[in-house]
């Protein structure tokens, strides 16, 4: 059964802060995602990465940054946290293989409190 | 790029009755479109997902259509029951977006007993 693994289920920062969210997934996925989830506006994606040292902006980049030194694991970082950054973040693993999408598999989400 | 229309954004049925969410997607070339079930305070789970070489897939009491010269999908859920409460939300995307997926707004399903 897909692993994926965020780091911690609740975290409290305040403004300004550099913040590391943390993802491990345990089967070898190549592809790997970050989203933010808000009430009313779905799943929306912030940074994405197709292999190691990849990675791609996706919707609202903007604030954050992200690495991935290696396969299993891809870090999402708040640069100078501000409030309008409190909300819930998902991370997603999947395969890329084939002419379609592989099913995306999702950690339980860490919930972000900026203050 | 892509962008994808869920409804409704809540919906109310009584236990035993059929449920159907309808997405609606912009971009022709997409051709995945899975299916997420969140429970409250958990991840979201794939439930069923459809590639645009069919037109409908089936798994037990839920079956997704696709009709893709309207460029819709939906989800029919039949013979509801409690425990099918949750958020639903559908998604689209192609392989030139690298996997990425583009999700609609979800669909809050509570399910009276």
């Known amino acids: 059964d897909v692993k994926v693994t965020q780091s911690s289920r609740y975290l409290v920062k305040r403004t300004g802060e550099k913040v590391f969210l943390e993802c491990v997934q345990d089967m070898d996925h190549e592809n790997m995602f970050w989203y933010r989830q808000d009430p009313g506006l779905g799943l929306r994606l912030i940074y994405f990465s197709y292999d190691v040292k990849m990675k791609e902006k996706g919707d609202i980049p903007e604030g954050y940054s992200v690495s991935r030194e290696k396969k299993e694991r891809f870090s999402l970082i708040l640069e100078s946290a501000s409030t309008n950054q409190t909300s819930m973040y998902l991370c997603?693993?999947?395969?890329?293989?084939?002419?379609?999408?592989?099913?995306?598999?999702f950690g339980d989400g860490t919930r972000l409190s900026i203050l | 790029g892509e962008n994808v229309e869920q409804h409704p954004s809540t919906l109310s049925v009584q236990e035993g009755d059929s449920a159907v969410i309808k997405c609606t997607y912009s971009?022709?070339?997409?051709?995945?479109f899975p299916w997420y079930k969140q429970e409250l305070g958990k991840r979201p789970q794939l439930i069923i997902d459809?590639?645009?070489?069919?037109g409908e897939k089936k798994d037990q009491r839920i079956a997704v259509t696709l009709n893709k010269t309207a460029k819709h999908f939906s989800l029919h859920i039949t013979e509801t029951q409690p425990e099918d409460s949750a958020v639903y939300f559908c998604?689209?995307?192609?392989?030139?977006?690298?996997?990425?997926?583009?999700f609609g707004a979800g669909t809050i399903l509570r399910v009276k007993s």
């Open positions: 997603a693993s999947s395969h890329r293989q084939g002419p379609y999408s592989q099913p995306q598999h």
């Open positions: 971009d022709s070339a997409s051709n995945y």
């Open positions: 459809i590639r645009s070489n069919v």
């Open positions: 998604a689209a995307t192609t392989m030139e977006y690298g996997n990425k997926l583009v």
